[in-house]
């Protein structure tokens, strides 16, 4: 079973950055279509980004130049970098993978389209 652990999180002010890391435990991380979600309290788990084994990726439009996934297959580990946050942004994150294949990224883009989950990173960004 993947195992998934996702850290770097943490309380920033508005304007900050933080990198979320997230390390995969069996496959390489290269053999996976990857995401990152963030669930903030009362809302639904929404997508943030989604990257497939080729390196298409979705960025929600609410991220969009802001957030940057990437992936070390090195490292086994995959990456989220935030520039610019918001308070908006506040949320638990979490890293998810899949082995599943679809031919419309959208698709990935789905909850249900993920094998395997983190437990999340808490991110709060202050005013």
């Known amino acids: 079973q993947e195992q998934l652990v996702e850290s770097g999180g943490g309380l920033v002010q508005a304007g900050d950055s933080l990198r979320l890391s997230c390390a995969a435990s069996r496959r390489n991380v290269r053999e996976y279509g990857l995401a990152w979600f963030r669930q903030a309290p009362g809302k639904e788990r929404d997508v943030v980004v989604v990257q497939t084994t080729g390196f298409t990726t979705y960025y929600a439009d609410f991220v969009k130049g802001r957030f940057t996934i990437s992936r070390d297959s090195a490292k086994n580990t995959v990456y989220l970098q935030m520039n610019s946050l918001k308070p908006e942004d506040t949320a638990v994150y979490y890293c998810?993978?899949?082995?599943?294949?679809?031919?419309?990224?959208?698709?990935?883009?789905?909850?249900?389209?993920?094998?395997?989950w983190g437990r999340g990173t808490q991110v709060t960004v202050s005013s």
């Open positions: 998810a993978a899949t082995l599943k294949y679809y031919s419309d990224i959208m698709d990935y883009t789905r909850v249900g389209a993920y094998n395997y």
